[in-house]
């Protein structure tokens, strides 16, 4: 499975983005997915999570501005980020869990004004 990961960029504090993941491979509809990040000197963090059966999970901070999707047809998971903080900044990696755990490249989103 290789993941690859979009749609970052910068942003002033108050604006929206959309990541993309687009995974390879077969049997997309089975994983697991999530959106992972990491900010410079912190620990890699579960922002959201969305599963198979597509319960979804939230980072508390991100709740009522982070919307994580999926469209099966198309093998890609989404993140959506509306309301986007300084503190949002970060290494945003795409994680899939099937069988094992994949991990895409990462897509840098900086919130600066």
């Known amino acids: 499975v290789q993941l690859q990961a979009s749609g970052g960029g910068l942003v002033q504090p108050g604006g929206s983005l959309r990541l993309s993941c687009a995974a390879s491979?077969?049997?997309?509809?089975?994983?697991?997915m999530a959106w992972y990040r990491q900010a410079p000197g912190k620990q890699r963090e579960l922002v959201a999570s969305?599963?198979?059966?597509?319960?979804?999970n939230y980072k508390d901070s991100v709740k009522g501005r982070f919307t994580i999707s999926r469209d099966n047809a198309k093998n890609t998971v989404y993140l959506r980020m509306d309301n986007l903080k300084p503190e949002d900044t970060a290494v945003y990696y795409c994680?899939?869990?099937?069988?094992?755990?994949?991990w895409g490249q990462g897509t840098q989103v900086t919130v600066s004004s």
């Open positions: 994680n899939a869990v099937y069988c094992a755990a994949y």
């Open positions: 969305i599963t198979s059966s597509g319960t979804i």
């Open positions: 491979g077969r049997d997309f509809s089975n994983f697991h």
